[in-house]
Nanobody
Framework: QLQLVESGGGLVQPGGSLRLSCAAS????????MGWFRQAPGKEREGVSCMSSSGLTTNYVDSVKGRFTISNDNTKNMVYLQMNNLKPEDTAVYYC????????????????????WGQGTQVTVSS
């Protein structure tokens, strides 16, 4: 059974850092394009970052560029989201998602493009 499990969320002060992890089971992540999404209270889920299955192409929403970094470790079947200089507006439930890509260098930015989702991890940025 294909499963994604996020971890690493928590409460952090503005300016702090967190690293979110997404562990895959039932499949190998190096065959899948991956994405990180978030949903703040009262708002729609938005794409934060995504990566092609090759790992060669990535994309970030403008609000996190220069602060967040997506990466993977295929030996551990994990995907990460390193979040630095966190702001209160980054507060949300963060989800990782996966899909089989049309090409190893394609990345996918929209929620509807993903077939598999984790349960989410809460990130709260507050002083």
């Amino acid at each position: 059974q294909l499963q994604l499990v996020e971890s690493g969320g928590g409460l952090v002060q503005p300016g702090g850092s967190l690293r979110l992890s997404c562990a895959a089971s039932g499949f190998t992540l190096d065959k899948y394009a991956m994405g990180w999404f978030r949903q703040a209270p009262g708002k729609e889920r938005e794409g934060v970052s995504c990566m092609s299955s090759s790992g060669l192409t990535t994309n970030y929403v403008d609000s996190v560029k220069g602060r967040f970094t997506i990466s993977n470790d295929n030996t551990k079947n994990m995907v990460y989201l390193q979040m630095n200089n966190l702001k209160p507006e980054d507060t949300a439930v963060y989800y990782c998602a996966a899909r089989i890509p049309y090409s190893p260098d394609y990345h996918y930015t929209y929620e509807a493009e993903y077939a598999y989702w984790g349960q989410g991890t809460q990130v709260t940025v507050s002083s």
